[in-house]
């Protein structure tokens, strides 16, 4: 079991800069993103990053915007969130997967899926 705690989000106006964090349990072999969900609509996965480094994975709907990073000695994944917009509120969610079965992080079709553990949430709100 991978324990999530996040922290950051909040409201911002548009254009304006937020920074999530996001500090786990264990921080070794395992796949780090985030995830937003918007009443009503299906949770969608934001960015992505392996534990162990190499290549980021960002929807594209972001990409260009967010950067996702990680710090491994304190076992944090961040997002960091710029030019934000409206269409980025939503509640932000930090989760994690041990990639046992897409050890890239992401699904066959390059989309980031739906991993195991997740952190508690935060809204981010966007004001226009």
């Known amino acids: 079991q991978v324990q999530l705690v996040q922290s950051g989000g909040g409201s911002v106006q548009t254009g304006g800069s937020l920074r999530l964090s996001c500090t786990a349990s264990e921080y070794r072999g395992i796949c780090m993103g985030w995830f937003r969900q918007v009443p009503g609509k299906e949770r969608e996965g934001v960015a992505a990053i392996f534990s162990g480094g190499g290549k980021k994975y960002y929807h594209e709907s972001v990409q260009g915007r967010f950067t996702i990073s990680q710090d491994n000695a304190k076992k944090t994944v961040y997002l960091q969130m710029n030019s934000l917009s409206p269409e980025d509120t939503a509640m932000y969610y930090c989760?994690?997967?041990?990639?046992?079965?897409?050890?890239?992080?992401?699904?066959?079709?390059?989309?980031?899926?739906?991993?195991?553990?997740w952190g508690q949430g935060a809204q981010v709100t966007v004001s226009s």
């Open positions: 989760a994690a997967d041990r990639g046992l079965t897409h050890p890239d992080c992401i699904d066959d079709s390059g989309a980031i899926y739906d991993y195991t553990f």
